[in-house]
């Protein structure tokens, strides 16, 4: 096993020079973390696994050494997932120690910890270095435990959480080598392009790694990858499941049927496994960033928790690399995809259904509603824009807005907006 400073050589190639790979830069986050990193406060990054995080970090310390003059050697990364610092006896303490005697004692460092979920009692020893003010704080994990364990309660008020998601369309279109349009000219001339990788977008959906690589089969290989990973590392482990078929089987069912509504008692006779095994489970998946529930729209929360539920996936890509799939999977994929985006936007989303359905009812800032359905087709069933009309009748002066997306129709009929999906991905809408 090599020593703890190797360890933290190879980790931190800056400290001699050597170069790093900082990928593609993700503004919006990037610009967040930075504007963050100033206030003095723990910088806190979660999101599901591979998602980007590690090379956000990696940004970061790009941008300290080449644009902000930082010494090289004031810039600690660790990443706690790495097999050799877990053999370590209490491993923060000792990497600290080794780099504060070994390579750097001065002020004004900086300490980014890389998946610290993975170490036992990090919460109070993130704490006391806080208190200390000794470094500059950045933390990352792939669960929603990161926020919702100890540390929330040690340090309330002196941490700023940046959820990391994978490939929002805009991105997507970067990172397949193409210029994103600015403005309506652009935008226009680009149309055919843009539906053309909304398409693959749809299909393989946005982690960064593996919309980089040009192999069909390694995306594949690299998305199954990737859930196997998530679903051991961070719901099996974590919550030490017993039942791991009764789990696999649970996960691939809600995954197949995305954006379908259920219930507990449905699942339960579908795949045989009890009522609260199921529930546990999806909380688990839900705390692993993969799945969400939705609710029933309901101004009251009996009528909510009466009618079933609505589940989505985190990205279309991985729905698809572990799913059965059917024929009418495009037009799952496209909502999917959809409540992927609103849930970016830190949206709360709902679904209603009478007489017609509405994919998301969604609460506005200002406390009023939209409502939209998702029609990944050019040839427009009456029943969604009845849907909308009919929800919108029921309550009235509450609804600012209904839209229905469409593959590539753009039009205004009455008091429903059509807007096509890829422009309303790219904000352009």
Request: hydrophobic share 40%.
């Amino acid at each position: 096993m090599p020593s703890p400073l190797a360890l933290l050589t190879a980790l931190n190639p800056w400290w001699s020079g050597r170069p790093f790979d900082a990928g593609i830069l993700r503004e919006k986050y990037f610009t967040k973390i930075q504007k963050y990193l100033g206030t003095g406060e723990i910088v806190v990054l979660t999101g599901v696994r591979r998602s980007g995080k590690t090379t956000l970090l990696f940004q970061v310390i790009d941008d300290l050494i080449r644009n902000r003059g930082v010494d090289p050697r004031s810039i600690l990364f660790v990443n706690c997932d790495e097999p050799e610092i877990a053999r370590l006896e209490n491993p923060l303490e000792t990497l600290l120690e080794t780099y504060r005697r070994d390579v750097y004692g001065g002020d004004k460092a900086y300490l980014i910890l890389d998946e610290i979920q993975t170490v036992e009692g990090w919460e109070r020893w993130v704490k006391s270095l806080y208190d200390r003010k000794q470094f500059s704080l950045i933390i990352s994990g792939s669960t929603s435990y990161l926020l919702d364990s100890n540390l929330s309660m040690l340090i309330a008020g002196r941490y700023l959480p940046v959820h990391i998601y994978p490939l929002d369309f805009a991105e997507y279109v970067v990172f397949s080598g193409e210029d994103l349009p600015h403005d309506p000219v652009t935008l226009a001339a680009a149309r055919y392009r843009l539906l053309h990788l909304l398409g693959e977008y749809l299909r393989e959906g946005g982690f960064p790694q593996v919309v980089l690589s040009d192999d069909e089969t390694i995306r594949r290989d690299q998305l199954k990858a990737y859930y196997d990973s998530i679903v051991y590392r961070d719901i099996v482990r974590v919550n030490e499941v017993r039942n791991q078929k009764a789990l696999a089987d649970l996960l691939v069912y809600c995954m197949t049927n995305v954006t379908s509504p259920y219930s507990y008692r449905n699942l339960r006779e579908v795949l045989g496994i009890d009522f609260e095994t199921i529930k546990e489970y999806l909380y688990y998946a839900q705390r692993a960033k993969i799945l969400f529930e939705v609710q029933y729209f309901s101004y009251s929360l009996k009528t909510q928790s009466r009618n079933n539920k609505k589940i989505y996936c985190i990205d279309n890509g991985l729905r698809n690399a572990v799913s059965f799939r059917f024929s009418e999977d495009e037009g799952r994929l496209a909502e999917n995809l959809v409540f992927i985006e609103l849930k970016k936007q830190v949206r709360e989303v709902y679904y209603w259904k009478k007489q017609g359905e509405v994919d998301f009812v969604v609460k506005n800032p200002d406390r009023s509603l939209s409502a939209i359905n998702v029609s990944y087709t050019d040839a427009l069933s009456t029943r969604e824009e009845k849907a909308l009309l009919e929800f919108a009748d029921l309550h009235g002066s509450g609804v600012r807005e209904c839209i229905l997306l469409t593959k590539d129709t753009e039009k205004r009929e009455g008091a429903v907006r059509y807007i096509p999906l890829w422009k309303w991905l790219l904000g352009a809408g």
